[in-house]
């Protein structure tokens, strides 16, 4: 079982829990206060404060709903606890909700690719 303070660890990282997928070589990746780039270079981003996000490229960015993943972590981490060895027992892992941020959400701001100097 979870302690109450990895459930407040795994809350806290997931306020901030926007990923991005490069259209172009299909990298997803976090975002986070240090922009970061995709495996061709092409979609870019970065938190500009806890909520907002700038993000650049041929791109689309994930969501994720926070109690579901929760949710999902906490069950499927019983259910590890729980596993008998036998991999034919079960053949996946506990889903969760997870969606594409639409353009005209207001926590996510398209901008222009920056130019390194
Ligand atoms: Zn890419």
Request: one cysteine or more; hydrophobic letters at 40%; glycine letters at 6%.
């Amino acid at each position: 079982m979870l302690s109450v303070l990895a459930l407040a660890f795994i809350k806290l990282n997931l306020i901030k829990m926007k990923l991005l997928l490069c259209l172009k070589c299909s990298d997803v990746f976090s975002l986070n206060f240090k922009e970061k780039t995709c495996g061709c270079g092409e979609t870019k981003g970065c938190y500009i404060d806890e909520l907002n996000a700038e993000i650049s490229g041929n791109c689309e960015p994930i969501g994720f709903a926070n109690k579901s993943f929760i949710d999902a972590i906490k069950m499927q981490q019983i259910e590890n606890k729980h596993y008998d060895g036998n991999r034919d027992t079960c053949c996946k892992g506990i889903e969760f909700t997870a969606f594409i941020i639409p353009l005209w959400a207001s926590s996510v701001k398209r901008v222009s690719a920056k130019t390194e100097a």
